[in-house]
C-alpha cells in the first residue's frame, strides 16, 4: 500500500481491546465529529465480557469475540484472530488496551501496520502495573506512549507521548485517572497522523514528514503533535 493510495481513501482500521474499550472510543468519537478520516471496521476482543464490544456496537462497528480456549495454543489462537482481522483489510491494527502477548510470527506479519498504545513514557516501565511502578520509582512525570509494534514487547519504536506530572500523594489509581483523557487524545492525533500519510514505519524507526523522527513527538495542550 503505498502513501499516495493511503491518501486517496480513509485509513481502515481494525481495534483490538480486552477491557473498558475508551481508547477505542475515542476513536469513535473523534471520526464521528469529522476529526479523524478513519474508517473503523471492526472490534475484535479475547474475551466476550469486554465492555469495549458494547462501545464498538453501539457505534455501528461490528464487533467480534474470539475464545483463546477454542484454539489448540497461544499462537494458533493469534493466527485466527489476526486472520478474522485481515478479512476487513485493514491498513491499520489498533491494539487499544489488548491485553496478550502475541506471537512473535503474528507481530512479524503486520510490523508497519500495528500500533499499541502503552500507559508509560517508554522506555520507562514496559508490561503491567505502570502507574504503581511510576510511583515507585519516584517518577517526576508520567505518561504514555504510542508506539509500532515490533516482537519486542513495548519496546518498537514510539511515534508520540503524551505527559502528566506527578503529584505529591498520588495513588496509582489517581495517575490512572489523570493520564486517560491524555491517552485519548494521544490515540487520536497518533492515528491521525499515519492516516495522513505524515508518519510511517521505515526499518526499525519511524519517519515523520518525510526525515526520521529522532525522538517521539510530544502531545501539546492543543491537542496536536510536535
Ligand atoms: C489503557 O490505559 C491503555 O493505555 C492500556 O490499557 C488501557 C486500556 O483502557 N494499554 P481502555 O480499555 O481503552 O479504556
Known amino acids: 500500500m503505498t502513501a499516495e493510495l493511503l491518501r486517496r ?4 482500521i481494525v481495534g483490538f481491546a480486552s477491557g473498558r474499550g475508551s481508547n477505542f472510543g475515542a476513536l469513535i468519537a473523534a471520526q464521528r465529529e469529522q476529526a479523524l478520516p478513519v474508517e473503523l471496521c471492526a472490534l475484535l476482543s479475547d474475551r466476550g465480557d469486554a465492555a469495549a464490544l458494547a462501545v464498538a456496537r453501539q457505534a455501528g462497528v461490528e464487533a467480534i469475540a474470539m475464545r483463546p480456549h477454542d484454539h489448540a495454543d497461544r499462537s494458533a489462537f493469534d493466527r485466527a484472530i489476526f486472520d478474522r482481522a485481515a478479512q476487513f483489510l485493514p491498513d491499520l491494527i489498533v491494539l487499544a488496551g489488548y491485553m496478550r502477548i502475541i506471537d512473535p510470527g503474528v507481530v512479524a506479519a503486520w510490523q508497519g501496520r500495528m500500533i499499541n498504545i ?8 514496559r508490561g503491567l502495573h505502570t502507574h504503581r511502578r511510576a510511583l515507585e520509582a519516584g517518577d517526576r512525570e508520567h505518561g504514555a506512549s504510542v508506539h509500532y509494534v515490533t516482537a519486542e514487547l513495548d519496546g518498537g519504536p514510539t511515534i508520540a507521548q503524551a505527559a502528566i506530572p506527578i503529584r505529591a500523594g498520588d495513588t496509582p489509581e489517581a495517575l490512572a485517572a489523570r493520564l486517560l483523557p491524555q491517552e485519548h487524545r ?4 497518533s492515528v491521525a497522523l499515519i492516516a495522513s500519510g505524515r508518519v510511517a514505519m521505515a526499518g526499525s524507526g519511524i519517519v515523520f514528514d518525510e526525515a526520521p523522527l529522532a525522538a517521539p513527538l510530544r502531545l501539546g495542550a492543543d491537542g496536536s503533535l510536535a
Open 186 to 189: 494521544l490515540l487520536v492525533a
Open 9 to 12: 481513501r480513509p485509513l481502515r
Open 118 to 125: 502503552h500507559p508509560s513514557l517508554l522506555p520507562n516501565h
